[in-house]
């Protein structure tokens, strides 16, 4: 179970850049969620993933992961119990490495790097049937460089990176945004054939308001750094698009042309 | 006259690939911008003609140029990581410092080595007992090639290892392999330190070739060690870790044999290196820009 307690965090604190994102946010996740998160541009949906990553220390507050206090813990140990995928494909893979040596990276994820070959036979057939599970033809590329895949083959990539070692926590920020449709259609059954298969505690960022209702079991609508709608079960699979975006409007008490625009 | 240059070529190709090979750990590797160089290079030539000199074995005295660099290197980590000063001037204080430390540790600018025993004079004279036909006029070419590949064929392997992935990484995509649960703190000062340490041994090998170490030797050795990398990128390309680590080598005995050839043919003055360096240096960083320009001028008239 992840908890945040009252946090808060201001970006630029004291310049005339000043921005302040969270102001006491609080959430639970309950294990075995999946949240899909959305929210207009600056709502703090991707700094919400970054604050429970630990990406930057947060200014008050505390998140606990399972009962223990891991506001301190620096992103790198954090990374022992979080997998990420992020909204950029080249973010979450190192380009001139081979898709071999990166699955190899996250193979020994937190654990305690050492002298030891960081490829053997083993491994690579590991790999090869990891990757035989995606219709993307990878297992026959293992020692191609990931800078020459497409975006698409990146993020199942990093998909297959971030969940190869079961974490307690996967945050998804927009992952499937700069594909086309097909891919990002691909890459989101893939997501949730993984997280259902493994039963992955998921936090989903994303723009699109059909994926928002479709995947995982609870929704969330983020504005200014607060949580303006969390819905459930049979309340969050009967909504609709047109219902969700009057519900905005109404918990907000104003027009969001824009958001209609950005959201629909 | 051109075999006696040729080998002379290979054997400061080989010598100073050593550094170049660190150079290429910090800049293609780690994607960091070390100058610690000019510094840990004529650290290593100090800290081993200083013990020399004092009387003790050159092989300790070589071990502890090593080690000497390594701390010059993890120092410009601890500058750059936990003080959070740019790598550029982390390397820049590092150097400045050390060009005071080499003169405490030389204790005057300049010490000759020409009547002292050197790690190649003691194996010479072992070989010559083995072998009493040993061809001695061979005997730096043959012991580099020794030393040189071995230390390539060690990068190399390291680079293949859990850690030597780590480090690749971190240069490659820092956010990346911290996602992973990679310290890139660590890995920098990790990598920082295997450099300069390589550096540091190819300073102290040097003083020994040319029998003195001074004070000055290390001014323009970062050039240097560039221009190996980046002519041997240009050359061999990056297409795995061996080949790259050869190109780097290959490309220390090009840059090697063209200031040879400069110097010979008479084009330049010993002073003009420098400069020539320099200019080696930018027209093999421009040349890909200059070369894309022309064909965005090309398809622009088409």
Avoid at chain 1, 6 to 20: A, L, R, V, Y
Avoid at chain 1, 122 to 128: G, I, M, P, V
Avoid at chain 2, 25 to 50: C, E, H, M, Q, R
Wanted: charged residues 15%; without cysteine; glycine residues 8%.
């Amino acid at each position: 179970m992840l908890l945040l307690e009252n946090i808060s965090k201001t970006f630029n604190p004291g310049t005339p850049n000043e921005n302040q994102v969270f102001n006491g946010l609080s959430l639970k996740v309950d294990d075995g969620d999946f949240i899909t998160v959305i929210g207009s541009n600056g709502a703090g949906k991707s700094t919400l993933l970054n604050a429970i990553a630990g990406v930057f220390p947060i200014d008050g507050g505390k998140i606990y992961l399972d009962g223990s206090d891991i506001t301190g813990l620096p992103e790198y140990k954090r990374a022992a119990f979080i997998g990420r995928v992020f909204q950029d494909p080249m973010l979450g893979t190192s380009p001139s490495m081979t898709i071999e040596e990166n699955l190899s990276l996250a193979f020994s994820r937190a654990e305690n790097i050492s002298l030891r070959w960081g490829l053997n036979a083993e491994k690579r057939k590991l790999f090869s049937k990891y990757l035989s599970t995606i219709p993307l033809g990878l297992e026959n590329r293992l020692s191609t460089k990931v800078k020459l895949l497409s975006g698409g083959q990146r993020q199942a990539l990093t998909l297959i990176m971030a969940t190869m070692k079961k974490p307690r926590l996967l945050l998804l920020d927009e992952h499937t945004a700069s594909l086309d449709p097909k891919t990002a259609m691909l890459v989101n059954e893939l997501t949730e054939e993984i997280i259902e298969k493994e039963g992955i505690t998921t936090i989903m960022v994303t723009h699109n308001l059909e994926h928002a209702i479709k995947m995982g079991n609870r929704l969330i609508m983020m504005h200014k750094g607060r949580i303006v709608l969390d819905i459930r079960g049979e309340e969050k699979t009967s909504i609709t698009i047109p219902r969700l975006l009057n519900k905005f409007e109404q918990l907000q008490g104003e027009k969001f042309a824009e958001d209609r625009v950005m959201l629909a | 006259m051109l075999q006696t240059m040729l080998l002379k070529s290979i054997e400061q190709g080989l010598v100073f690939g050593i550094m170049a090979l660190g150079v290429y750990i910090t800049f293609k590797i780690l994607n960091f911008a070390d100058l610690s160089v000019d510094g840990s290079f004529p650290l290593g030539a100090a800290v081993a003609a200083s013990l020399i000199v004092g009387g003790h074995s050159p092989f300790t005295a070589t071990l502890a140029a090593i080690l000497a660099g390594a701390l010059a290197g993890y120092a410009t980590g601890i500058l750059n990581t936990s003080g959070k000063i740019s790598d550029l001037l982390a390397g820049i204080l590092t150097m400045t410092s050390l060009y005071s430390i080499n003169l405490r540790i030389m204790g005057r600018p300049n010490i000759p080595l020409l009547n002292q025993p050197t790690v190649f004079s003691i194996i010479q004279d072992a070989a010559k007992k083995i072998f009493p036909g040993f061809p001695v006029q061979y005997m730096y070419l043959i012991l580099f090639i020794i030393v040189v590949l071995a230390i390539k064929v060690l990068l190399d392997a390291f680079l293949k290892t859990q850690l030597g992935f780590s480090l690749r990484a971190t240069g490659d995509n820092p956010q990346m392999i911290r996602s992973q649960g990679v310290d890139t703190d660590m890995t920098k000062r990790i990598g920082l330190s295997l450099s300069n340490a390589l550096i540091s041994l190819s300073g102290a090998l040097v003083a020994q070739y040319q029998g003195f170490a001074d004070v000055g030797m290390g001014i323009g050795t970062i050039i240097a060690g560039l221009a190996s990398v980046i002519i041997g990128d240009a050359l061999l390309g990056e297409k795995s870790i061996f080949i790259a680590t050869l190109g780097v080598l290959f490309g220390s005995f090009l840059y090697r044999f063209s200031i040879s050839l400069v110097l010979s043919f008479r084009l330049a003055q010993a002073s003009d290196l420098k400069l020539f360096t320099a200019l080696v240096v930018i027209l093999a960083l421009t040349a890909p820009r200059f070369k894309k320009s022309l064909t965005t001028l090309k398809i622009s008239r088409e």
